[in-house]
């Protein structure tokens, strides 16, 4: 009887979030390092086919830098980046484009399916919703570099992704723009999840990577931070705390933070259930970060 009624305090507990939630748009950015772990993906996939199934709106984005390296290497490319993102030639993009839409979005679409939601891929082979513009970076002496074929989101099809929503459809996005050319630009993920979620006014960011969150040290997980605002994300940024690949990401946090996103969570995918911890529980998991 107890254990029964522990089952129904779950629900009762999600049900002030669901309500809250009903409606919402949620981006759930996929990192590439979690990509890397297949059950640890059918997981996190399966919280958002639930998060769909009661009410709210999540938006897939997804990245995949690893496998685009193994492709990029595979094809005798040394993988090369500057300041996070990848120098991207016209035979760069034609890989990362190919792993991005034709093999991961494509297998992330099927397997939301195979546990029951329903998902369409929206990128440059299918239908493009994402409008970009060329990045161009500068060295520490002002000096522009050029980096190829690689872009910053600018625009939306909102309509595309409110009809796809609002038909109980899950969107799948990788993070490969158009450009007014009609040309495609490599995105950096973490940077394409944060623009989307401020043009379409989401309520949530959430980060899925490898790691719990965000630590003090990274050595020891008992320093992990539960909840961080943009000042203090600056300071640990500016101190070298938050280092290499976490960077882009706060970074991105920043920015959606900064335009109205509600708020950003940074959870590991490899948590079972984590989404679901940190959208529908009191407690949450991870490390939020607030204006
Ligand atoms: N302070 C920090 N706390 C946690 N992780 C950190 C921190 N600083 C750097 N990192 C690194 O950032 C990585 C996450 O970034 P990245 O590998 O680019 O993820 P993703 O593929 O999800 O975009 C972690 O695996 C970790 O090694
Ligand atoms: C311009 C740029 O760097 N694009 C990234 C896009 C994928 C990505 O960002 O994947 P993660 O989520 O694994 O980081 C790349 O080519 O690796």
């Known amino acids: 009887m107890d254990q029964a009624l ?20 949620v981006v759930v950015k996929l990192g590439g390092s979690a990509l890397e ?9 399966a919280d958002v086919v639930f998060m769909e199934a009661v009410g709210m709106r999540p938006i897939l984005v997804h990245g995949g830098g690893k496998a685009i390296s193994r492709s990029v290497a595979e094809a005798g490319i040394e993988p090369r980046f500057v300041q996070g993102r990848r120098y991207t030639d016209e035979k760069t993009l034609e890989i990362a484009t190919r792993v991005l839409t034709e093999e991961i979005c494509a297998s992330l679409v099927d397997l939301i399916k195979t546990q029951g939601g329903r998902a369409v891929g ?7 919703v994402l409008e970009g513009k060329k990045l161009t970076l500068q060295d520490a002496n002002g000096e522009s570099i050029d980096l190829g074929r690689v872009g910053y989101v600018t625009g939306i ?3 595309v992704i409110h009809s796809v929503c ?4 899950i969107p799948v996005l990788p993070s490969i723009a158009i450009d007014t050319e009609g040309g495609s630009l490599n995105v950096n993920a973490d940077t394409a999840a944060a623009a989307i979620a401020a043009l379409i006014g989401a309520e949530k960011l959430v980060f899925l990577s490898d790691v719990p969150g965000i630590f003090l040290n990274k050595e020891d997980p008992s320093t992990l931070v ?11 940024i500016g101190d070298g705390t938050i280092a290499t ?16 996103v509600g708020k950003v969570h940074i959870i590991d995918a490899n948590i079972p259930h984590s989404l679901l911890l940190e959208v529908y529980s009191d407690q949450g998991i991870g490390t939020e970060i607030v204006g």
């Open 157 to 159: 099809r909102e309509d």
């Open 37 to 45: 772990e297949p059950e640890s993906v059918k997981r996190c996939l």
């Open 122 to 128: 929206l990128h440059v082979n299918e239908q493009p």
């Open 226 to 236: 539960p909840h961080l605002t943009i000042r203090r994300c600056r300071e640990l």
């Open 6 to 25: 522990s089952k129904v305090k779950v629900l009762v507990e999600a049900l002030e979030w669901i309500r809250r939630f009903r409606d919402r748009y």
């Open 166 to 169: 609002r038909g109980g459809v």
């Open 245 to 260: 690949g976490m960077v882009p990401k706060v970074e991105a946090a920043l920015d959606a933070l900064e335009v109205g």
